[in-house]
């Protein structure tokens, strides 16, 4: 007997390309920084004589907001604050650092004369004149005038601080620049000028 085989064709695995996803870059946004500036100039207040503006170096301008930013005049009593966010903002300056060389016996003479009547004051002399915060010039401004002057430990009122107009400024949002956010230093006691 005669055996027959026959032969099953069985299936065998090949190999085939899958495609696998490539990851696209998306565009996605990326907020630009604020550049917008706000630029001033701080001057003495309180001239008598020349020169007739004197630029006031060193004053530090803080802007609180988010962020919070800091600028320093220079020589030219310019500042320049940058890179605002998109809230509101309030820019106050402030100075510090001995003064008593700039607050002189004389300032005290001056208050104690006007106290007296033998002399009169501008405005702004009066304004740094009254050292005591109590809306009038009298000896005691004088005498706190004085005591600051000579370097006494004892009580001087606001002798020797700045003091600035206006106290500060408020912005809803800086977006674009604003220039010409002028200040004018007045130097507490420096009746004289």
């Known amino acids: 007997s005669v055996t027959i085989t026959t032969a099953t064709p069985t299936a065998t695995p090949t190999m085939t390309s899958t495609s ?3 990851p696209t870059s998306t565009a996605t946004s990326t907020p630009t920084p604020n550049i917008s500036t706000i630029r001033g100039t701080v001057t ?3 001239l008598v004589g ?4 004197r630029p006031v170096s060193n004053v530090t301008l803080n802007a609180v907001g988010n962020p919070n930013l800091t600028a320093t005049t ?3 009593g310019v500042y320049t604050l940058q890179g605002f966010g998109l809230g509101a903002y309030t820019v106050v300056p ?3 650092g ?3 060389g700039e607050v002189s016996s004389f300032d005290s003479g001056l208050a104690a004369r006007f106290s007296a009547g033998i002399i009169g004051l501008t405005p702004t002399q009066k304004v740094v004149a009254d050292v005591s915060g109590d809306g009038s010039i ?3 401004d004088a005498a706190y005038i004085g005591r600051f002057a000579v370097g006494s430990s004892l009580e001087h009122g606001s002798a020797g601080t700045w ?6 400024r408020m912005y809803p949002s800086v977006l674009n620049d604003i220039f010409g956010q002028d200040y004018v230093a007045l130097l507490m006691g420096a009746v004289s000028g």
């Not at 020349?50 to 503006?53: K, T």
């Open 20 to 22: 696998t996803p490539v």
């Open 98 to 100: 001995d003064t008593r």
């Open 50 to 53: 020349n020169p007739p503006i």
């Open 44 to 46: 003495y207040g309180n």
């Open 74 to 76: 220079n020589t030219e």
């Open 94 to 96: 402030s100075k510090t």
């Open 163 to 168: 003091i600035f107009v206006p106290v500060n």
């Open 138 to 140: 009298n000896s005691l």
